[in-house]
């Protein structure tokens, strides 16, 4: 029996071909991926209304979202593959031009799926190739072929493998280096971005060049540091949510979908998961968006964290892939 939640709103991406993006996604990265936890929570995601969702080879849960998607066609909550909106992405170790086709075949052979809907470019990063490893040794860092990894991913485009291309973190100045070589503009940036890491220039910028932002940890859950999490724990956030009878999480996904922008929300409840769509049909006021604009900007994720704490990059500068923009 097909779900009775209500439609979740869709975004029209600039790449042609492309299904519209449905406004929140399910979020799949969990370390350690277990195959069957995952594929129960996309089940159940699928159950309470979720028809995006978000992968990537380096998660390792590509093969487990793509038997739960199947599954669910096979039960009848979908009608068929093309329900759904899949993105996945191309790891580091990938990021040359004569491996990104063959990682996509691969992630699509994991996927059993013919095609993904969004095809990323994980980070504005390369690495030598290899297995996917972490943390990532700072010697294996090389200098990252914009234009022809970039036209790489155009080639995924033009034969259907991909039906809109992208990229996620990267900042004003990559985009830049990016849309200087592009053929086909990247349709989104996927970028970490909450309240407490608003993006405003990044997000000004991809307004202005027709790229769609999307939002991961847009409730701070990759905060490894072990210190708390500024969006969960705002104060400001918990006395909107107060006023509003709403969750900190529900005025947090609020705020982000009235930013224009999709936020890719992990959870594997599925409580939450339903509590996740229930933005849809209220609104925050001016004066809520005045307060949220005037929370402190703290980046949590940043790319030396891929990188252990030994060796030296040799062929490449951390300060390139480490602007930090508000």
């Not at 031009?97 to 996509?104: E, G, I």
């Not at 932002?213 to 705002?234: C, E, F, K, R, T």
Request: hydrophobic letters at 45%.
């Amino acid at each position: 029996m097909a779900s009775t939640t209500a439609a979740v709103p869709e975004v029209a991406l600039r790449s042609g071909g492309a299904r519209p993006m449905p406004a929140v996604g399910m979020g799949t990265a969990k370390f350690p991926a277990v195959a069957e936890t995952t594929v129960k929570a996309v089940l159940e995601a699928v159950e309470v209304g979720y028809r995006h969702f978000d992968t990537a080879a380096m998660y390792a849960t590509e093969r487990p979202l793509g038997e739960a998607l199947a599954e669910a066609v096979r039960r009848g909550l979908l009608a068929s593959r093309e329900e759904v909106f899949v993105t996945s992405k191309l790891w580091c170790t990938q990021c040359h031009p004569q491996l990104v086709l063959r990682s996509l075949r691969e992630s699509l052979q994991n996927l059993q799926m013919e095609y993904v809907d969004l095809y990323l470019i994980h980070w504005p990063i390369s690495l030598k190739p290899g297995p996917a490893v972490f943390p990532v040794k700072r010697d294996d860092a090389v200098p990252f072929d914009f234009e022809g990894v970039w036209r790489a991913m155009e080639e995924c485009h033009r034969l259907g493998l991909a039906k809109a291309i992208g990229v996620s973190n990267f900042t004003t100045s990559h985009l830049h280096k990016l849309l200087a070589a592009a053929t086909v503009p990247p349709a989104v940036n996927q970028v970490e971005m909450n309240p407490v890491w608003q993006q405003r220039k990044l997000r000004g910028y991809c307004a202005e060049k027709g790229i769609h932002v999307a939002a991961y940890s847009p409730l701070g859950g990759q905060n490894w540091s072990g210190d708390g999490n500024a969006v969960l724990d705002s104060e400001v956030l918990a006395e909107i949510a107060r006023a509003r009878g709403k969750t900190v999480a529900q005025v947090a996904l609020r705020w982000i979908y009235e930013q224009g922008v999709t936020p890719i929300v992990k959870s594997f409840s599925k409580e939450r998961l339903k509590e996740n769509l229930g933005i849809f049909d209220w609104g925050l006021a001016d004066d809520d968006l005045r307060k949220i604009g005037q929370i402190p900007q703290k980046k949590i994720v940043k790319a030396a964290l891929l990188f252990s704490a030994e060796g030296e990059f040799t062929s490449v500068d951390l300060a390139d892939m480490e602007i930090v923009e508000e």
